[in-house]
């Protein structure tokens, strides 16, 4: 019955809510629900008479329908595949749908601009490849750019890749990676926060990098503006005290700034190769920390 709850309550709920979070821990899930029905939270905060109206329009069949129907799955924390590293966050997820091959492996988050320079891509694919050869698996954002190339790289090298998404696992955003977002469900999987057919919006690329982060044991940051979507997703890491790490450019890179500036405010370490990277996480990879579930196989 808990999983049954947390669906609804991951339909109705935007995702990375601190307040929710706290209310469910509280709670439960079943009670947390009888009380937003009851009108027990104020509906002028926090979106609560929307969320009311979500739980009473959605009910747990339709939303189980609407899932297998995508070829999908909800995973919750009680799941064996559940990725351990979301339960430090201070707002982890209801649960996760996912779209594609079983979820086991320790994994490196690549993170970057959409408007990436020639030496941006190499480096993401090199680096992508190169953590496949040593049995780790990839996690990006599915977008263009160093998203990417990243998740190309890993898929070249015959490694698994994982992309989490800001809009539903039936929603193929952006259009141009479709055939990419296939090629990663056979290799690895699509990840939500959100119903399969919900499209993405401005926000939620920035809730979930926070899953990016906590999922992998480290974030290597390639090529990013000073102001940057990617550097969220490395603070993010940060936090957690997951390994962040930043590829320098040439000084002259707008697209270098914001790892100049990681480097530079000591938020992140140098690396130029996969081999300084792995010196990095060696001890993390050890204790197979932040993994997406345990490897039983």
Known sequence: ??????????QAIDGGSPFWTEEFANYGGDELITRILAGKYDASKRSS????????????????EEIGSSG???ITPASEEWPQGLNDLVAPP?????????????????VGTRNPTTYGARIASEFASGFADRDLAIISGGAYGID???????????????AVLASGVNVEYPAGNSRLF???????????????????RPE???????LIAAISIGTIVVEAAFRSGSLRTARDAAELMRVVMAVPGPVTSPTSDGCHRLIGERCAEIVTSVADAMELL????????????????
């Open 1 to 10: 019955m808990e999983d049954i709850a947390r669906l609804r309550l991951f």
């Open 182 to 200: 296939k090629e990663i469900e056979e290799s690895g999987a699509l990840i939500s926060e959100v119903m399969p057919n919900v499209r993405a």
């Open 282 to 297: 060696a001890p993390l990879t050890a204790k197979n920390a932040g993994t997406l579930g345990s490897d039983d196989t």
């Open 204 to 210: 939620r690329f920035l809730t979930r990098n926070r």
């Open 94 to 110: 209801f649960g996760l749908i996912i779209k594609g091959s079983p979820v086991f492996s320790t994994s490196v988050a690549i």
């Open 148 to 162: 990417s190339h990243a998740h190309r790289g890993c898929i070249a090298a015959e490694g698994k890749t994982f």
């Open 72 to 74: 999908a799955r909800f």
């Open 49 to 64: 008479a929307r969320i009311k109206s979500e739980l009473l329009k959605n009910q747990h069949d339709g939303l189980i």
